[in-house]
């Protein structure tokens, strides 16, 4: 699956019908553009260091470290973000439907 962003690294875990799991590492200073997806939900699971998810208002946004987890439902515009000065790894679990990535203007 080809990304539409560049991070550090992507590997696809577990993928089927309706799901997509994935281990992203994010470099520091690296993020995702601003997006949404149609259908899925995203639940972002923190392996190491740290990542912020930010999400348009009324959130604001979220930092994840090990063991800490988001869920955003489909529909909500939101990036991921290495504020930090080492590697952030995540798990991303995307479910309930066709997968998409839709961008949306800063």
Excluded: C, K
């Amino acid at each position: 699956m080809t990304q539409p962003y560049e991070v550090r690294s992507v590997e696809v875990v577990a993928q089927g019908e309706g799901f997509l799991v994935r281990d992203f590492t994010y470099a520091p200073g690296e993020a995702t553009p601003w997006h949404r997806h149609s259908e899925v939900t995203d639940v972002t699971v923190g392996l190491s260091g740290e990542i912020t998810v930010e999400m348009r208002d009324p959130d604001g946004a979220e930092s994840l470290r090990a063991g800490d987890r988001n869920v955003l439902p489909p529909g909500r515009v939101h990036r991921l973000v290495n504020r930090g000065r080492d590697e952030a790894r995540i798990l991303l679990i995307q479910h309930g439907g066709r997968y998409d990535f839709l961008t949306v203007a800063d």
